[in-house]
């Protein structure tokens, strides 16, 4: 499969193409990271990235291998995992900040993630007197 095989053919003759492409959702993922507690959806990274929503979506998949949504969720999590690690931010309020706004569905999808409850990752980074990034 040609490196053009995700992108839609006929992005060339508007200036679009593989190599424009990578750069758009590289500039939106890094957006993503940079903003996690924003409302992120998908028509507003569209718009960002000059593409439609199912541009974005396919870009996102063939780029990078999953979808718009479990890559805003990971890096929302991650955000979240550095918070709990460096500050002293109540679980809650470093669930808002990374855009989680249902305490328990925080909890879940950290759970899923990392396989501890946010409190418990805390605490076991913490008390076992390890930095950060570590296991």
């Known amino acids: 499969m040609s490196a053009n095989a995700n992108v839609n053919p006929h992005a060339a003759r508007r200036g679009g193409g593989a190599a424009a492409w990578h750069g758009r959702i590289r500039e939106v993922t890094s957006w993503i990271a940079r903003n996690p507690g924003e409302r992120i959806t998908v028509e507003g990274l569209a718009r960002r990235a000059k593409m439609t929503p199912?541009?974005?979506?396919?870009?996102?998949?063939?780029?990078?291998?999953?979808?718009?949504?479990?890559?805003?969720?990971?890096?929302?999590?991650?955000?979240?995992?550095?918070?709990?690690?460096?500050?002293?931010?109540?679980?809650?309020?470093?669930?808002?900040?990374?855009?989680?706004?249902?305490?328990?569905?925080?909890?879940?999808?950290?759970?899923?993630?990392?396989?501890?409850?946010?409190?418990?990752?805390?605490?076991?980074?913490?008390?076992?007197?390890r930095g950060p990034g570590t296991r």
Request: hydrophobic share 40%.
């Open 54 to 129: 199912r541009q974005l979506r396919g870009a996102f998949r063939g780029i990078l291998g999953t979808s718009v949504t479990a890559f805003v969720r990971l890096q929302r999590l991650a955000a979240a995992r550095r918070l709990l690690e460096t500050t002293s931010d109540s679980v809650s309020d470093v669930a808002q900040a990374c855009g989680f706004y249902d305490h328990s569905h925080f909890a879940n999808a950290f759970r899923r993630a990392y396989g501890r409850s946010p409190g418990a990752w805390r605490a076991g980074r913490r008390g076992a007197g």
